[in-house]
């Protein structure tokens, strides 16, 4: 059990358009989903937290009007790279809490890399 | 001092010998402690979790615990060219609500044959 997908699991846009990022959790109700991005050959960085129902949580330096997120059910979040640049480029992640293990255990999507062009 | 702290490595170890990563924390109340996995260009994967002072076995691999310390480890006996990836630690923050996950850099394992 505890299994999280995401799709698309690579995407690649022009300039200033938007791009939606789907998470969901397979086998389990996701109490709270996790966005991260990543660059190449540096550390995961949380970009918001949301539960169902509720706004998401955006980590400080992270714009919430170009990252959209909505958590519409106990397994789907998405995310919104609203006006994407090039800069946006990364390797997108999300995790999901509330499968089998601890409280506090995330298990991760495949992740949906972007490319802007 | 980060809340996560393990060295970045590359810590090169011979095929069938023990790695040894470890991991440190600022936060002396945090309950429980993750490892997880990444290959090069994939997400995540969890190997285990632990929350008890002690060693946890879980087929090749031994998480430590040492709350006193500080400190946790995970062991990875007979290693393969298969492990080499990077290992990331991961502590949830005391304050800062919905259960979030800190996670160190990660370190770099390169088992080479």
């Known amino acids: 059990g505890a299994v999280v997908s995401q799709h698309p699991s690579r995407v690649i846009c022009k300039s200033g358009t938007s791009v939606k990022i789907e998470c969901r959790s397979l086998d389990f109700q996701a109490t ?3 966005w991260y991005r990543q660059f190449p050959k540096q550390s995961l960085m949380l970009m918001a937290t949301s539960n169902e129902g509720s706004k998401a949580t955006y980590e400080q330096g992270v714009e919430k009007d170009k990252f959209l997120i909505n ?11 609203t006006s ?18 601890t409280s506090d255990t995330q298990y991760f999507g495949p ?6 062009l | 001092q980060k809340e996560v702290e393990q060295n ?27 490892w997880y996995r990444q290959y090069s260009g994939k997400s995540p994967e969890l190997i285990m979790f632990i929350y008890s002072n002690g060693d946890k076995e879980d087929g ?12 946790v480890s995970l062991l990875i006996r007979d290693s393969q060219p298969s492990d080499s990836a990077t290992y990331l630690c991961a502590v949830p923050p005391l304050s ?9 850099a990660g370190t770099r394992l390169a088992v080479h044959p």
């Not at chain 2, 031994?62 to 310390?69: G, P, R």
């Not at chain 2, 800062?96 to 160190?104: E, R, V």
């Open chain 2, 8 to 34: 970045s490595g590359p810590l090169s170890v011979p095929e069938g010998a023990i790695a040894s990563l470890n991991c440190t924390y600022s936060d002396r109340g945090s309950q429980s402690f993750f």
């Open chain 1, 71 to 81: 958590h519409a059910s106990l397994t789907l979040s998405t995310l919104t790279v």
């Open chain 1, 111 to 116: 992740g949906t890399r972007l490319t802007v």
């Open chain 2, 60 to 71: 090749r691999f031994t998480a430590q615990l040492n709350k006193a310390s500080q400190y």
């Open chain 2, 96 to 104: 800062g609500g919905y259960n979030k996950l800190i996670f160190g």
């Open chain 1, 32 to 34: 709270t989903m996790f």
């Open chain 1, 84 to 101: 994407a640049h090039p800069e946006d480029s990364s390797f997108y992640i999300c995790s999901a809490r509330g499968g089998p293990g």
